[in-house]
């Protein structure tokens, strides 16, 4: 499967692009921050355990250059930059300060969120265990088998896949249609009463509930005890 989840900062001062940008990231599994100003941003870094940073190159104060070289300077941590279409000059200067990518406003952010996929994967290479844990759940993928206090639990194909996408992505709030997506391999928002069904079955044969919390109005989110 495809690295998401965590944490990303966000760095935008123009409302529609932040609000825009953080709905299609979050609808993906991550958690956003969202800040307006480079110095917010250079202050909530070390807050956070943050995978990325979306950063807007045109920022009131410290432009987004100088946090950029900011960042660098203490962290390897990936940068995607956002410039305007004629600012060739500062996507030049941003990459060679240490950004790993940029995109071009104005921008699909269906693409932005591929971009982040995309640097995230050649940052954090995809080398997945074959055990997974969440507090008393050992689920082994290599054998399909599920156990939780030492004692095998019986689950369908589907619910050890949905089991299997939430114990990867601990405390990160997937949405139905999120789950829809990655374990059915379906996009109909019609059919989100699916996921509630067999997470309501999930929770049944782990005798654990607590462990898939139901954000209201958002989602699940596995939760480690």
Not at 42 to 55: D, F, N, Q, S, Y
Not at 121 to 134: F, G, I, M, N, Q
Request: proline content about 6%; aromatic content about 4%.
């Amino acid at each position: 499967m495809s690295v998401m989840g965590g944490t990303l900062l966000l760095v935008e001062d123009e409302q529609n692009i932040g609000a825009l940008v953080r709905t299609y990231l979050e609808r993906d599994g991550y958690h956003v921050v969202w800040v307006r100003t480079g110095e917010e941003a250079l202050a909530e870094l070390p807050r956070h355990a943050v995978r990325l940073i979306v950063l807007d190159i045109g920022l009131p104060g410290i432009d987004g250059l100088e946090v950029c070289r900011r960042v660098r300077a203490r962290s390897s941590v990936p940068i995607v930059m956002l410039t305007a279409r004629d600012e060739e000059a500062d996507r030049v200067t941003g990459l060679e300060l240490g950004a790993d990518d940029y995109v071009t406003k104005p921008f699909s952010p269906r693409e932005l969120a591929a971009r982040v996929k995309a640097v995230l994967r050649r940052a954090e290479p995809s080398t997945p265990t074959d055990v997974l844990v969440l507090g008393p759940v050992t689920l082994d993928r290599s054998a399909r088998e599920v156990v939780i206090d030492d004692r095998p639990i019986e689950l369908t194909a589907r619910e050890f896949e949905l089991l299997e996408f939430l114990m990867e992505h601990p405390g990160v709030v997937l949405s139905r249609e999120v789950l829809l997506d990655r374990v059915w391999g379906i996009s109909y928002a019609a059919e989100t009463r699916t996921v509630d069904v067999h997470v309501g079955q999930l929770r049944r044969k782990l005798g654990r509930p607590e462990l898939i919390r139901t954000i209201r109005g958002a989602g699940y989110k596995a939760v480690p005890p």
